[in-house]
């Protein structure tokens, strides 16, 4: 048995005894619980029906069976896997161990392997060599005793950087020089390296004895060597070692700064390709955010690549001439450029409007993509910036204007020179239509998006036909005039929409098409800020942010790491100073990446050695004792032995009713907790409560008063109400609910278009919030009819007030009251249902006071004023609701003064104005024009 | 974890005199509880009810033709014009038989009963022996005493038992003639056949039986799970259930059909047949013999 053997095999003739043992166990069964039990004789007649278990089951003998073959076994000291011992000389060994990136999954293999070497040396009492090829190029390599050479070991970590064979290969054979007949024992990651073949023959001098060459079995290593940032998906490429038959998927999975898993790919090698490519396919803004990208179930760090700003979100700089009109945003130039924008690019607007400063200002924050809204003619002096910005990668986009009409040419700043004019689709002197837009010729950017069919276009420069122009066009009119035109300037581009950035030439900025063009030109940019590519600095230093570990997983770096030189002629090295990971800032990023675009994973050839070679395998020194786990696993046997015989004797049923009441308890507990999970109201958390009370009071029109808390002023405040509505549905065309009584304090006031506030002096004065929530609700819209129903009761000075006056006074001078006026008679009041000469209620007399229209106007003797707004205070003192009060058999409540039927019927019609008014606004005062329209139209 | 039933009393199946001992000091204690729980019924008791021959006058009724002349009142029958006959009310003593079961199975108690069987059935008899004295009916004990009357019926009746070393387990029956009552008070757990057989004697003399199952919570419920061994208090036999939670079922049947054959039995014969529970009240079980034993054999019969 070559996996397993024994310390101590004579004791494996106990299992000998498994069949005594067997026949014990079966006669003793287990003690039964003893009970006297007089109805013996009527159990005995039971008895005949049931086989009595006098035995144990066959399964428990069989558990106690293994119980003992497995104590047996313990006591014989099995020993798994012990290995064979590897010959190494007795002068010198040589460890050349290789810790780069792709060792790193089976690190422990390697150790243990090296592990075994390190032992046998021991046992001959050798010098240790111990070299690895990702330290640096001064460590220390030995000789070591054996008991040193373990520690160094011990102490080794894989290095997420290339290995340096050359180098290190070069010092060990320098060293075996004075060590001859030395075995050389080669552990490689099994990856070729383009200077193989002048390491090994510096490696292997004439004094080696022997060779012991230990590569892996298979590389299953993949890696990642791009990670493109396309127009429309991200685009990432794998690659594995050649020649590998068999198909194979690797799953990547993207990852965002905050390490949330948020996009993946799968990639498929085919069957003996080497390279596999993925796309992950999400929006834009998505991609923006993506930070690295891993390989899953690869723990090293080849499968990880770090993206940098190339990948990112670009900048976007606007420009125009128009200083923005608040009031007339749609008119802006640059109002749909911005709106289209914002989703997917940093928009930058310089602060000054005047392009001298601006364009400089913009050109600072080195933005991809400069829009110029209707800027006209650039001035002299930051042209040459312009035009510098743009030929190092900046893309120019501009639109036609009137200021660009009257610039005139520019060969620099446009794709192609324009005819003088602007050309004039319909209208009235033309005989041409509004062009549509054609298909997208398939050379541009804009090939596979589909052309709008809802747009047209009414105004348009022309390009002077030229023969490179179809070739600069990228979107066309129905007739082939060109739509959008773009011309490279050096590694940038300038790009011309033939229309105005406003929806006045054409109704593409209003379209999604323009949206879906602007975003493919920005996507074709590249930002120009990106930190260190600026050519006026040589290198830049960058900080160390995040490492990428020999495990594939991103870590702050360590004390090890040197800051990155990057700028230079060529890409930085992944060297032991600066392994791979993100250099810079959190604002700017490096990604300094393990492998290039070129980058394979060749295996590794043997080279033509002179010396025998031994092949070895990596594997763990897994010479395990197993005794130890054997009794553990018996003990855990006895245990669910003593389980199981408790749950024989009864234990566990012992009382069946206890173990019901605690199932039902159980299962009690287990519904309250589930109800108390569902229990608690959602409403709880409603962070503005009382919906249904607010569908209530919207779903119908409802007239107000307000509750001032004296019942009597409260009761005839109801019924009055109740008495216009009754009114309003007899008469009109608005049925509204029932009357609402609001607490001004409390209650939402917005839902209703008319308080009636019934002025009572007996009732308590309203607090200051309650006056603040009606002035606010007066500010929104809201109404509100104070009536202080005291038209009699004034004194006959012309300075007595009634307690109920005084009352309104002091409520009105804690709000805003505007200017106010008794209803005058060209007043739409007066003819917003019923013609009204005046608002009498219970009383005669008071005037209806109403914010005055200041501003109205009557100058050509019409008979309702024009104007607009709906005044928020009325005043009265008529009392109105004591005329429109009426109880439950409709008869009215209380007399008029004087006591005149016609008196009431003025009143609810009054009362009718007030809420036509309060619904319709100045309707009404156009509506009386109608007749004078229709007459002028001449029917 | 404790057992659930239990013999009362260290008894062995053969130690008459230990057994005679122990009834002798239970037997003080037994009758003191015996007259509490009689106390409480004899309020219902109100002699015999019904006209016969005795001291004490009944009732007047009309005399009718083939009577005795002798028996006419004629104090009475002067005051008009019809013939009264003075009845007088039945007062003549009455023979009642009183046997407990004092097996050893009787000494059983389990955990949820409150006394032993034979606690219960020495407490049922004496109360029955204390209540019949009082109305003056000759009480007797098959093979202990001959049918007396007194008015210490209990305490003779109690010192008789303490004195008796042994007793059969089921005592000759022979000697009940007719119109006498008979209450048996025993757990009934023999084989029907076998009781029947026994009773069939009193059956045949036409004497009326009242029997009382005195049994024990745990006997009818049968409580006891897992790997059990049951063991007989009288014969010693033993038995050993792997599982008893699985007998459980149809051993209630059993114990269950048993009673209710014994309890039809009964009624056909116009016995009446009451069950009492030792975690009950004795003197729910008294009452229902009273009530079985004035009901004239045909009213409610305790629980048939």
């Known amino acids: 048995m070559s996996w397993l053997s024994f310390g101590f095999p004579a004791v494996l003739w106990g299992l000998l005894a498994l069949p005594v043992i067997w026949w014990l166990l079966r006669l003793t069964p287990p003690k039964p619980q003893t009970e006297v039990f007089p109805?013996?004789?009527?159990?005995?007649?039971?008895?005949?029906?049931?086989?009595?278990?006098?035995?144990?089951?066959?399964?428990?003998?069989?558990?106690?069976?293994?119980?003992?073959?497995?104590?047996?076994?313990?006591?014989?000291?099995?020993?798994?896997?012990?290995?064979?011992?590897?010959?190494?000389?007795?002068?010198?060994?040589?460890?050349?161990?290789?810790?780069?990136?792709?060792?790193?999954?089976?690190?422990?293999?390697?150790?243990?392997?090296?592990?075994?070497?390190?032992?046998?040396?021991?046992?001959?009492?050798?010098?240790?060599?111990?070299?690895?090829?990702?330290?640096?190029?001064?460590?220390?390599?030995?000789?070591?005793?054996?008991?040193?050479?373990?520690?160094?070991?011990?102490?080794?970590?894989?290095?997420?950087?290339?290995?340096?064979?050359?180098?290190?290969?070069?010092?060990?054979?320098?060293?075996?020089?004075?060590?001859?007949?030395?075995?050389?024992?080669?552990?490689?990651?099994?990856?070729?390296?383009?200077?193989?073949?002048?390491?090994?023959?510096?490696?292997?001098?004439?004094?080696?004895?022997?060779?012991?060459?230990?590569?892996?079995?298979?590389?299953?290593?993949?890696?990642?060597?791009?990670?493109?940032?396309?127009?429309?998906?991200?685009?990432?490429?794998?690659?594995?070692?050649?020649?590998?038959?068999?198909?194979?998927?690797?799953?990547?999975?993207?990852?965002?700064?905050?390490?949330?898993?948020?996009?993946?790919?799968?990639?498929?090698?085919?069957?003996?390709?080497?390279?596999?490519?993925?796309?992950?396919?999400?929006?834009?803004?998505?991609?923006?955010?993506?930070?690295?990208?891993?390989?899953?179930?690869?723990?090293?760090?080849?499968?990880?690549?770090?993206?940098?700003?190339?990948a990112k979100r670009r900048r976007v700089g606007l420009l125009s001439q128009t200083p923005v009109d608040q009031s007339r945003l749609l008119l802006s130039p640059l109002y749909y450029i911005r709106r289209a924008l914002e989703p997917f690019a940093d928009l930058v607007e310089p602060p000054s409007p005047d392009l001298i400063e601006a364009i400089p200002q913009l050109l600072a924050q080195k933005p991809a993509v400069i829009v110029m809204g209707d800027v006209g003619t650039v001035p002299e002096s930051v042209r040459a910036q312009l035009i510098t910005w743009m030929e190092n990668g900046g893309t120019l986009v501009r639109f036609a204007s009137s200021r660009l009409i009257t610039a005139g040419n520019d060969a620099e700043l446009l794709p192609v020179s324009l005819r003088l004019g602007e050309r004039s689709l319909g209208g009235s002197l033309s005989w041409t239509e509004p062009q549509p837009v054609a298909q997208f010729p398939s050379t541009g950017p804009f090939a596979d998006l589909s052309p709008p069919s809802d747009v047209t276009v009414t105004r348009q420069v022309l390009a002077e036909p030229t023969p490179d122009l179809v070739d600069k066009t990228w979107a066309v009119l129905a007739d082939g005039t060109p739509l959008v035109t773009a011309d490279r300037r050096g590694k940038g581009m300038v790009v011309l929409f033939h229309i105005a950035p406003q929806a006045t030439w054409s109704n593409l900025p209003i379209s999604g098409s323009f949206v879906e063009m602007l975003r493919r030109i920005v996507q074709l940019s590249r930002n120009q800020g990106a930190v260190g590519a600026r050519p006026d600095v040589a290198a830049a230093s960058l900080a160390p942010y995040r490492m990428i570990g020999s495990d594939g997983v991103l870590t702050p770096p360590s004390g090890e790491t040197r800051p990155l030189l990057v700028g230079g002629a060529k890409a930085p090295a992944v060297t032991l100073d600066n392994p791979p990971g993100m250099y810079g800032t959190e604002e700017g990023i490096y990604a300094h990446n393990l492998l290039q675009a070129d980058a394979t994973l060749a295996p590794i050839e043997r080279p033509a050695i002179s010396v025998p070679v031994a092949d070895e395998r990596y594997a763990l020194d897994e010479s395990r004792d197993m005794k130890a786990p054997l009794l553990a696993a018996a003990a855990a046997l006895l245990l669910a032995d003593s389980l199981i015989v408790l749950w024989l004797g009864g234990m566990f049923r012992r009382r069946p009713r206890a173990a019901h009441a605690t199932t039902a308890m159980l299962a009690l507990f287990v519904l309250a907790s589930s109800f108390a999970a569902t229990v608690p109201d959602a409403r709880a958390q409603d962070s503005k409560p009382g919906d249904i009370e607010a569908v209530e009071a919207i779903s119908k029109t409802r007239i107000a008063y307000v509750l001032t808390g004296v019942a009597n002023t409260d009761s005839i405040s109801r019924a009055g109400l109740t008495g216009l509505t009754q009114f309003l549905i007899e008469k009109t065309a608005l049925e509204p609910g029932e009357p609402a009584g609001v607490d001004i304090a409390k209650d939402e006031l917005a839902f209703y278009p008319l308080i009636y506030w019934p002025i009572d002096p007996d009732a308590p004065m309203p607090s200051e919030q309650a006056i603040g929530r009606i002035d606010q609700y007066m500010k929104e819209g809201g109404t509100v009819l104070f009536d202080t129903r005291d038209q009699f009761s004034n004194g006959l000075g012309a300075d007595s007030t009634s307690p109920a006056t005084q009352r309104l006074r002091d409520i009105l001078s804690n709000l805003n009251v505007p200017p106010l006026e008794p209803v005058p008679s060209d007043h739409v009041l007066t003819k917003a249902f019923f013609i009204l000469p005046e608002f009498p209620g219970r009383f005669n007399g008071s005037p209806l006071w109403v914010e005055a229209s200041l501003d109205a106007e009557n100058t050509q003797g019409r008979p309702v004023r024009t104007g607009d707004g709906v005044s928020p205070i009325m005043i009265t003192a008529n009392d109105f609701a004591g005329a429109w009060a009426i109880d439950d058999s409709g008869a009215p409540l209380l007399p008029t003064v004087p006591s005149d039927p016609m008196q009431r019927v003025l009143a609810l019609r009054a009362g009718v104005n007030i809420m036509m008014y309060m619904l319709t606004g100045n309707y009404k005062s156009d509506q009386v024009h109608v007749p004078a329209l229709l007459e002028r139209l001449g029917q | 974890m404790g057992r659930i039933g239990e013999a009362k009393a260290p008894v062995a199946a053969s130690d008459a005199l230990a057994r005679g001992r122990l009834r002798a000091s239970l037997v003080p204690d037994l009758l003191v509880e015996a007259r509490r729980i009689m106390n409480t019924v004899i309020a219902g008791w109100h002699g015999r009810k019904k006209r016969g021959i005795g001291e004490n006058f009944w009732q007047f009724r009309p005399y009718v033709q083939g009577e005795s002349m002798a028996s006419i009142d004629w104090r009475r029958s002067a005051r008009d014009d019809h013939t009264y006959v003075r009845d007088r009310e039945w007062e003549a003593a009455h023979t009642v038989w009183l046997w407990a079961d004092l097996s050893p199975s009787m000494l059983y108690k389990s955990k949820s009963a409150s006394v032993s069987k034979e606690s219960r059935a020495l407490v049922l008899v004496l109360a029955l022996a204390e209540l019949l004295s009082r109305s003056g009916e000759r009480i007797a004990w098959p093979g202990l005493t001959d049918p007396f009357s007194a008015r210490n019926g209990a305490e003779r009746l109690a010192s008789q038992l303490a004195q008796s070393l042994s007793a059969p387990a089921r005592p000759d029956l022979s000697g009940i003639r007719r119109f006498s009552d008979v209450i048996l008070v025993s757990d009934f757990l023999d084989p029907v056949e076998e009781t029947m057989a026994w009773l069939d004697v009193v059956a045949r003399r036409g004497a009326r039986a009242h029997l009382v199952e005195v049994a024990d919570p745990a006997e009818e419920s049968f409580p006891y799970s897992g790997r059990t061994e049951f063991t007989d208090p009288e014969t010693g036999d033993k038995l050993t259930a792997g599982r008893a939670e699985e007998l459980a079922e149809a051993y209630r049947n059993l114990y269950s059909a048993r009673r209710h054959e014994l309890a039809a039995w009964c009624k056909r014969l116009g016995w009446s047949y009451t069950v009492n529970h030792t975690d009950r009240l004795a003197s729910e079980a008294l009452v229902h013999i009273h009530m079985a034993m004035t009901s004239d054999g045909h009213g409610p019969g305790g629980r048939r």
Do not use: C
């Open chain 1, 39 to 310: 109805p013996l004789k009527i159990l005995a007649q039971v008895f005949k029906k049931e086989e009595t278990p006098h035995r144990s089951p066959w399964w428990l003998t069989l558990l106690r069976l293994v119980m003992a073959a497995l104590v047996v076994l313990a006591l014989a000291e099995p020993i798994y896997n012990p290995r064979q011992p590897v010959a190494t000389s007795s002068s010198a060994l040589a460890l050349v161990i290789d810790n780069g990136w792709s060792s790193a999954p089976d690190w422990k293999l390697r150790v243990a392997t090296a592990e075994r070497l390190i032992k046998n040396a021991e046992a001959k009492d050798a010098p240790i060599i111990l070299a690895f090829t990702a330290e640096k190029a001064n460590a220390q390599i030995g000789p070591y005793s054996a008991r040193e050479a373990r520690e160094r070991l011990n102490a080794a970590v894989p290095r997420p950087i290339p290995t340096d064979r050359p180098e290190v290969y070069a010092r060990v054979g320098a060293a075996l020089n004075d060590l001859p007949g030395a075995t050389v024992a080669v552990l490689g990651d099994g990856l070729a390296t383009p200077d193989d073949q002048q390491s090994f023959a510096s490696l292997f001098g004439q004094q080696t004895g022997n060779v012991i060459w230990v590569q892996p079995d298979s590389i299953s290593t993949v890696a990642m060597t791009a990670a493109d940032n396309q127009v429309d998906r991200f685009s990432i490429t794998a690659i594995r070692a050649p020649g590998n038959p068999a198909p194979a998927q690797v799953t990547a999975g993207v990852f965002d700064d905050k390490a949330r898993r948020i996009g993946d790919a799968a990639m498929t090698f085919r069957p003996g390709e080497s390279q596999a490519t993925g796309d992950i396919i999400v929006p834009f803004e998505l991609r923006n955010d993506f930070s690295w990208i891993a390989l899953d179930g690869q723990a090293q760090a080849g499968a990880v690549r770090v993206l940098d700003e190339n």
